[in-house]
């Protein structure tokens, strides 16, 4: 078994033109052959490798070429109470019950982006501490089992419901000259005819490389419509993330480009659209938008 060349973990992969890389840490990613060479280049430290195993992780089926390596790289540290935050959702994910137990898992240390297991258990701890899980042993006491607490329910339903009162949409998408058009006779009036104000973060470029005022953006917002036209980087990565807060994504794509989503998207009821029946598209993201959050109540200022 070959290791990762991202974590450097042992990982299971299907060869190809582009390999399909199986990782615990990681999850599920693509790579090219060149992209594995360079990914292995001692240069990135540890902590850049962590950054860019946790964006994997949130960021299924991603495709690494050489062309995006060190964007993937340069992914910024989420602070220790976010991570504590994603590995709370990341159990969440794995419960199916109320009171369901728990075994450790590896992939832990990919869900809330830390370097070894050291670090994850500086944030075990500390979601113990505060009564957000339960750690016990088994029967033997041979391994640690671990559960959501009473507390932890309730701070997951505090993470959710914290934009219930925003009339915020956030739009991501690709900064393209002509996607201008899309979003602004269909995009944007399909979220304000569903009661909301769009945003979109367009006043520089960023390269797919998520940054602070993105992040800001997305937790100050009610939703998320993510429309992959493009397939930029950032656009997976902003749904993922926006997701793992608990926000409600829509998923838009152009109907001749969906053949190109990431296989993981693809379960997801994706809107397509084609440019020459934009009003369509634009009634029909303002009915899903009404379908799953009901009517927004932002109005034009006049």
């Given at each position: 078994m070959d290791a990762c060349p991202i974590c450097m973990e042992p990982m299971k992969y299907i060869r190809g033109e582009v390999h399909s890389v199986t990782c615990p840490r990681c999850g599920v990613y693509?790579?090219?052959?060149?992209?594995?060479?360079?990914?292995?280049?001692?240069?990135?430290?540890?902590?850049?490798?962590?950054?860019?195993?946790?964006?994997?992780?949130?960021?299924?089926?991603?495709?690494?070429?050489?062309?995006?390596?060190?964007?993937?790289?340069?992914?910024?540290?989420?602070?220790?109470?976010?991570?504590?935050?994603?590995?709370?959702?990341?159990?969440?994910?794995?419960?199916?019950?109320?009171?369901?137990?728990?075994?450790?898992?590896?992939?832990?240390?990919g869900s809330c982006w830390c370097m070894n297991k050291e670090e994850l258990f500086e944030i075990i701890d500390y979601l113990a501490t505060t009564f957000r899980i339960l750690v016990s042993e088994n029967g033997n006491g041979s391994e640690k089992q671990f559960k959501i607490a009473p507390a932890g329910w309730e701070h997951l339903e505090s993470l959710k419901g914290t934009n219930i009162e925003s009339n915020q949409g956030f739009v991501a998408m690709w900064f393209d000259d002509r996607m201008q058009n899309v979003y602004d006779t269909a995009i944007s009036l399909g979220v304000l005819n569903a009661g909301y104000k769009p945003h979109r973060v367009d006043q520089r470029e960023h390269n797919n490389k998520i940054d602070d005022e993105i992040i800001a953006q997305i937790r100050r917002s009610r939703f998320v419509v993510a429309d992959?036209?493009?397939?930029?980087?950032?656009?997976?990565?902003?749904?993922?993330?926006?997701?793992?807060?608990?926000?409600?994504?829509?998923?838009?794509?152009?109907?001749?480009?969906?053949?190109?989503?990431?296989?993981?998207?693809?379960?997801?009821?994706?809107?397509?659209?084609?440019?020459?029946?934009?009003?369509?598209?634009?009634?029909?993201?303002?009915?899903?938008?009404?379908?799953?959050?009901?009517?927004?109540?932002?109005?034009?200022?006049?």
């Open positions: 693509r790579i090219s052959d060149e992209a594995i060479s360079e990914a292995r280049n001692s240069k990135y430290d540890l902590r850049q490798r962590a950054n860019a195993s946790g964006w994997l992780a949130e960021s299924r089926g991603y495709l690494i070429l050489t062309t995006n390596l060190e964007q993937l790289y340069s992914q910024p540290t989420p602070s220790f109470h976010d991570r504590a935050d994603k590995l709370l959702f990341a159990l969440e994910r794995q419960t199916e019950h109320l009171g369901q137990v728990i075994k450790f898992s590896d992939s832990w240390i992959f036209t493009g397939h930029r980087g950032g656009v997976y990565y902003e749904a993922g993330f926006s997701q793992g807060i608990g926000l409600e994504v829509i998923w838009t794509c152009e109907k001749k480009d969906i053949k190109n989503l990431h296989f993981d998207i693809r379960q997801y009821n994706c809107i397509p659209w084609e440019n020459d029946a934009l009003n369509d598209f634009e009634k029909k993201l303002t009915f899903r938008i009404e379908s799953v959050l009901g009517q927004g109540n932002y109005r034009i200022p006049t």
